[in-house]
């Protein structure tokens, strides 16, 4: 991608900028230079927004499932005829391959169609009256305007998995990209103007800082607010929206274990590691960041995994490698602060552990590290790291791997290898995590719920489950005249 062209804001279905004409300068990790500039959305932008989707609502929310369907349909079909433009603004914005990007179109674009098929698929119960002079009736309807909150890690699909379910329930929604990486949100928004989804349904702001969440969570037309980042701001979230009693959706932080248990096939293993660890540079909130490896085998997996990690291609996004850039300098930074700490506290670095330098690129491009013999009290194993840095410590027993597993806070997502089926159910309904990859290092799919437990979260996205999200239901007790 290249060019200054500006993009807009979309609200109650124009193009526009900010009130106050303010920009924000949207950046290439890999190279720092700016791509375009978008609107720095003011609280009266962010209100109307909200106005427009207040307005939506009665006309979209009346509409029947399959016309709302048939609308999906269209924009499923025209994201899928776009996937690789959107693909390359995800490489843009963001950094990451463009495998991985085009990964990711189509892992958003699976949340578009399932939540279409949905759509009519939002079904009442009659619950047999205690009398005859009674009928009882659960109905479902759509709970109002929502809003969602997307992170930049995964520009496209965070937005998909919000938005799919909204508009096939029958919600309108008023969506917030992250500031690093607004453009491919914008480009979706065409796609969806394109494919007919009429104005106010759907608007998609750019702004950075608080404002946002405040605005929305103190209008009371605001039903539902979606959030996917951090647990802080998700705390903070969560007391703003005592006030109206808004519904929330939250994934939040993690801080995801990895077992290897004595009997894995260190082979899956190995590779189910390096993708758990290292897609999207490490920049995924169910990135393993903590391996607790079987001690039987510890030395083997150590050398294998460290010796893949090590073969693993570092460049620019564009040009496809394994692993790209981190998104800023205050990354990287922190990615350099856990291999030093971890170091200090008696870890051996058995590949990576620098920044290299590319021509002509930022100095983002930290290598495929691992560290072996960490230690609980280390960084790289109480914070989550989002980069391209693994640790792998031992452990003796089934029980010690899960109690250090569960050790913190953190519930989003959790990994376990190994072959005998009695041992990995007991280790599985034992962790505390809302997803476990047994022998699968990217559990991931538009059809399964996704979200965590504890300080990783509240409800569930993706499958039928994520209907409920955005659905109230009413009872109506009738009596027989």
Known sequence: MSGQVRALNLIAGEWCGAADGQTIAVRDPATDEVITEVPRATVADISRAVDAAAAAFPTWSRLAAPERRRVLRRVVDLVESHSEELARLVTAENGKP????RAEVAYGLGFLDFAA??????YGETIPASTAAKRIFVTRQPVGVTAAITPWNFPFAMITRKLGPALATGCTQVVKPAAQTPLTALHLAGLLVEAGVPAGVVNVVTTGGPAFGATVLADPR???????????????????SAANMTRLSLELGGQAPLIVLDDADLDVAV?????????NTGQSCIAANRMYVAAAVYDEFCRRFAAAAAQLSLGA??????????????????????????IAKG????????VRDFPSRTNRFFEPTVIRDATDDMLVFTEETFGPLAAISPFRTDEEAVTRANSLPFGLAAYVFGRDATRLLTVVENLESGVVGVNDGAPSTPQAPFGGMRLSGIGREGGRY??????????ISYGMA
Do not use: N
């Open 117 to 122: 098929d949905e759509a009519c698929r939002v």
């Open 271 to 279: 590779a189910g590691a390096i993708r758990a660890k290292f897609r």
């Open 98 to 101: 463009l495998t991985e990007a």
């Open 317 to 342: 996004g564009s040009t496809d490698p394994d692993v790209g850039p981190l998104i800023d300098d205050a990354a990287v930074d922190k990615v350099a602060q856990h291999v030093d700490d971890a």
């Open 347 to 354: 870890g051996t670095l058995l590949c990576g552990g620098k």
């Open 466 to 475: 994520v209907m409920d999200e955005y659905l109230e239901t009413k009872y």
């Open 222 to 240: 605001v039903r539902k607010v979606s959030f996917t980042g951090s647990t802080e701001v998700g705390q903070w979230l969560v007391a703003r």
